[in-house]
């Protein structure tokens, strides 16, 4: 992802799909298995929501 950045790329890599279902999909033969998923292209930043609130470590948190 690095590399695609580098030349201008975003990049949007995805986890927690379903690994059989593409697998089966794109890689029939079965020697091929997906890990993640990463969407490459020109995003167009104004249409990004912002970020939505975060909790601080001390509120999400407790050290015991």
């Known amino acids: ?3 695609a950045r580098s030349i201008g790329l975003d990049c949007g890599p995805m986890s ?3 690994n059989d279902l593409i ?3 794109f890689f029939p ?3 091929i298995k997906s890990n993640f998923l990463c969407n490459l292209g020109y995003g ?3 249409k990004l ?3 939505s609130p975060r909790l ?3 509120e999400a948190c ?3």
């Open 49 to 51: 929501f912002p970020r």
């Open 44 to 46: 167009d930043a104004g």
């Open 1 to 3: 992802m690095i590399a």
């Open 16 to 18: 927690g799909f379903d």
């Open 62 to 64: 407790t050290l015991v």
């Open 23 to 25: 697998d089966r999909e």
């Open 56 to 58: 601080s470590f001390d």
């Open 29 to 31: 033969e079965g020697c």
